[in-house]
């Protein structure tokens, strides 16, 4: 069974820093892009970041550009993002996302993404 698991979410004041992190079991994902989405309270899923199967290349939402990274570990299944500088507004739930296998470069559309992780919440106070 394929399981998505986040991990790192927690409450921080602004400014500061969070890394979360997403492994992968069940299959392994070194084919397939990964990505992070959020969900702040009463707003629609959106986009945040999409990296491709080697971790060589990556793309990000506007609103997080410059503050977050992604990255990929492949021999660990595992997919981090790095978020520095953060705001307010970045409070969501944040979820990973892995597509398909024979990806053929990184995605920022949901419907590209065939499996989802749980979420983990991030909490930013100003």
């Known amino acids: 069974q394929v399981q998505l698991v986040e991990s790192g979410g927690g409450l921080v004041q602004a400014g500061g820093s969070l890394r979360l992190s997403c492994v992968a079991s069940g299959r392994s994902f070194s084919g397939s892009a990964l990505g992070w989405f959020r969900q702040g309270p009463g707003k629609e899923r959106e986009f945040a970041a999409g990296i491709n199967w080697s971790g060589s290349s990556s793309t990000y939402a506007d609103s997080v550009k410059g503050r977050f990274t992604i990255s990929r570990d492949n021999a660990k299944n595992t997919v981090y993002l790095q978020m520095n500088s953060l705001k307010p507004e970045d409070t969501a739930v944040y979820y990973c996302?892995?597509?398909?296998?024979?990806?053929?470069?990184?995605?920022?559309?949901?419907?590209?993404?065939?499996?989802w992780g749980q979420g983990t919440q991030v909490t930013v106070s100003s």
């Open positions: 996302a892995a597509s398909r296998a024979d990806a053929s470069g990184w995605y920022a559309r949901p419907r590209e993404y065939a499996y």
